[in-house]
């Protein structure tokens, strides 16, 4: 959302296209007003192939991966194919871009002859992890079996990935340690950057260059195309945004926000209070105990890369989350790590002001793409 919402500031028509279970999630979190978009910002939906379920269900996640990848193509190109006759007023679709999970998105566009680009939201450091599970199985790593769960095979470094320095078997996503390879889930992260690999479009990258600096230096070894860094994304369009822009306004959850919260926090001491989530884009250090897709590669990062967090063992006890929170709140360690979490939100907002990284890579992307046409994207979630 927020790359569609740049991009309409530029001067695209956007459509937004969702799956209809979610969709109707947030028809229900926000009502209609919700998707009701503006003139040139519209919003769309594909069935996923999946049976209907309750609107506040969680989608059963292998079933899910399987039915993006056999079911939504066609249902996607029929949307096209009826945008085309909507109106006159509405230019044909001219790009498509997909999410880095979706690339049906990608067999879309080839298909229909029109540019694309991925934009994969997740770490770069997580993309290039996904990208070694073919040469897993080439060298005999994957499957494991169970003997390799309690011998220190997960503890080997790997050092023939490039970009990857030291990384180990247990730091690559979660799928990586399947002892089945013809698990879903590993099969779809498989296949699927893959695809954005082999495409002939371009990969988008939330990120900057230098936080992951040697890991996007390895992507674009060994991707043809062009890679963009833009992020982090909500700076960018912290940056960009007019107060009186119409898209800004546009947002979309699938929950329905509670604030109660803030109005307790405003009552604590600045420093004094633990949050725990997914992540955070507060510029804070962090406690980690990963545990699927690519948080063990994130962990790995934060804490060995970036020198901004600290780790959490996988049958963590009590008193070692009680030490690591003491540790990051008032010893030295937790000192240094705040320090450089702030170092990094600096350079964060470097990327992304005048002459930045991050704000060049998005210009650029709309040059390539040739935005003097005022071309319309259909992007798909």
């Not at 220190?152 to 990857?164: A, K, N, Q, R």
């Not at 990384?167 to 950057?193: C, G, K, N, Q």
């Not at 990062?301 to 008193?319: F, H, M, P």
Request: hydrophobic letters at 40%.
């Amino acid at each position: 959302m927020q790359l569609a919402k740049l991009l309409h500031l530029q001067g695209f028509h956007i459509t937004f296209v969702n799956t209809e279970h979610n969709h109707r999630r947030l028809v229900r979190t926000g009502g209609p007003e919700a998707v009701k978009g503006l003139p040139d910002f519209q919003f769309q939906a594909i069935p996923d192939g999946l049976p209907p379920s309750d609107n506040d269900a969680t989608q059963d996640p292998a079933a899910l991966c399987y039915a993006t990848q056999n079911y939504c193509l066609e249902p996607f190109l029929e949307l096209i194919d009826k945008l085309k006759s909507s109106s006159d007023d509405i230019p044909p679709v001219s790009c498509i871009v997909s999410d880095g999970v979706m690339t049906f998105g990608i067999r879309a566009a080839e298909i229909l002859g029109v540019q694309h680009a991925t934009f994969w939201t997740a770490s770069a450091c997580g993309f290039l992890g996904y990208l070694q599970f073919d040469e897993l199985i080439r060298r005999g790593i994957s499957p494991l079996k169970d003997a390799n769960l309690v011998d220190g095979s997960l503890e080997s470094p790997l050092g023939w990935i490039l970009g990857m320095r030291n990384i180990r078997l247990r730091d690559l996503p979660s799928f990586a340690t399947t002892m089945d390879v013809d698990d879903v889930a590993f099969h779809f992260v498989r296949t699927e950057t893959r695809n954005c690999l082999k495409s002939s479009g371009a990969i988008i990258f939330n990120t900057f260059d230098a936080f992951e600096e040697p890991v996007l230096e390895a992507i674009r070894t060994n991707f043809g195309g062009q890679v963009y860094k833009i992020g982090p994304l909500h700076l960018l369009g912290k940056e960009m945004y007019e107060p009186e822009t119409e898209s800004k306004s546009i947002s979309l959850n699938l929950w329905k926000e509670d604030l109660k919260c803030t109005e307790w926090l405003d009552e604590k001491e600045p420093q004094s209070v633990v949050y725990v989530n997914y992540g955070s884009m507060a510029g804070v250090p962090m406690i980690c105990w990963p545990f699927y897709a690519e948080q063990q590669t994130n962990c790995r990062y934060a804490c060995t890369e970036w020198g901004i967090g600290v780790e959490l063992s996988q049958d963590v006890k009590r008193n070692e989350v009680v030490d690591a929170v003491e540790e990051m709140m008032n010893g030295e360690a937790g000192k240094v790590m705040k320090h450089k979490a702030l170092e990094w939100q600096k350079k964060a907002r470097e990327a992304v002001g005048v002459q930045g990284s991050s704000l060049d890579n998005f210009m650029k992307f709309l040059l390539d793409y040739d935005h003097k046409n005022k071309y319309r994207l259909a992007g798909s979630i």
